[in-house]
């Protein structure tokens, strides 16, 4: 099914938000749209106030933060002046989403980036158009890295949990391509659905660093966001209910013990952090 997105042209007052709760690790977050097309049905952000009171679906609408880049650096030369600067992108959107095909606000953003660099930046996404800026992240070296969201090995459950999402495969490819370039990355299964066996396998040669976090860790909320989502019903339907369980990770952690060392997989907001 083809979701009619509205798109809405916006000059943001600011862009550096104070990282707090989950995000506490980081000096601040950062968000080049408000909203995501990709719709996922489990995003936690669906349960805060940027969703609840905007009174239109999420993942039907996207605010386009133009003048994006000429911001940042003013707010970016600021936060230097005064410390340590990390930051999270993006925290409640997709820096990668579809739009920025044609928009490049993430782009821009890199390139002020590359300019004048953070102390870390996370570049948090779930799409393979990250590849595209490959050149602007080798330019920051061992200041980035990439998490890229590989929730599931399982392209069936993928169309059953994030139809709009990017497909698996192409997420698995460009890991590979940072890889190649040298760029640091991370696969983050996040949050938990239903998986093979073979997923470490699947995953072992493309990234040496996996985070896994759930619904129960990682909503900001103990879980009770996602709970007033309903998913409990989403996995009894395709009948996989073990999998919605605060102890479900245990199954995807012991598994990937077969062939990632402990130190090389990290637990809901480790896994995040600089």
């Known amino acids: 099914m083809i979701v009619k997105i509205e798109y809405t042209s916006k000059i943001p007052k600011s862009l550096l938000n104070k990282g707090t709760g989950f995000l506490s690790g980081y000096s601040h977050s950062l968000n080049p749209y408000t909203g995501c097309s990709f719709a996922c049905s489990y995003c936690y952000v669906r349960q805060m106030p940027v969703s609840t009171f ?12 133009q003048e994006a880049a000429a911001l940042l650096k003013k707010e970016l030369l600021r936060a230097k002046a005064k410390g340590p600067v990390t930051i999270f992108m993006s925290s409640s959107t997709d820096p990668y989403q579809p739009v920025e095909y044609k928009e490049q606000i993430t782009r821009s953003l890199l390139q002020v980036m590359v300019e004048h660099p953070p102390d870390f930046l996370l570049v948090q996404t779930r799409s393979p158009l990250v590849r595209r800026d490959i050149d602007l992240l080798q330019a920051l070296g061992d200041k980035v890295r990439v998490s890229m969201t590989v929730e599931t090995d399982r392209e069936d459950v993928r169309k ?18 940072l890889a190649e370039a040298g760029i640091p990355s991370q696969a983050a299964i996040a949050p938990i659905l ?9 995953l072992r040669p493309l990234v040496n660093r996996v985070c896994i976090d759930d619904y129960f860790m990682g909503d900001g909320s103990n879980g009770k966001r996602t709970k007033r989502l309903g998913l409990q019903s989403l996995y009894q339907m395709v009948g996989q209910e073990e999998w919605y369980h605060p102890a479900a990770y245990l199954r995807v952690y012991d598994n990937m013990k077969r062939l990632f060392s402990e130190d090389e997989l990290f637990i809901s907001q480790k896994g995040f952090e600089p």
Do not use: C, M, N, Y
């Open 160 to 177: 059953q949990f994030a139809p709009h999402s990017p497909p698996i495969p192409a997420r698995l490819q460009t890991l590979r391509l």
């Open 54 to 65: 905007r009174g239109a679906e999420w993942g039907t609408w996207v605010d386009v933060k």
């Open 194 to 202: 239903p998986s093979s066996h073979q997923f470490p396998e699947t």
